[in-house]
């Protein structure tokens, strides 16, 4: 996705991290595979997108990295443990 951004128009000026997924379940009825499937899709895919940018904006001096997260992430929410985490 960056090498593609960077062919295309030379530089990236800013990454927005907003994809999300979501799924309901309680802590206890949980099953590893969804708290693996929202940690990897909100979690590490932000971290992986920051990490792959981070470098382009560090040489040019210049550009953004915002992250947006769900309000549940400070209130919290039943059956949505795994994704206030």
Known sequence: MVK???????RVDIL?????VIT??????LKEDE???????NA????QCCKEVA?????QKNGRIINI????????CP???HYCA
């Open 4 to 10: 593609q951004a960077i062919d295309k128009f030379g």
């Open 79 to 81: 059956e949505k443990s």
């Open 16 to 20: 927005v991290n907003d994809a999300g």
């Open 44 to 47: 590490k895919g932000s971290f």
């Open 55 to 59: 470098p382009y904006v560090i040489r």
């Open 69 to 76: 997260s769900s309000i549940v992430g400070r209130r919290g």
């Open 24 to 29: 309901a379940a309680t802590t206890v009825d």
């Open 35 to 41: 708290w693996d499937y929202i940690m990897d899709v």
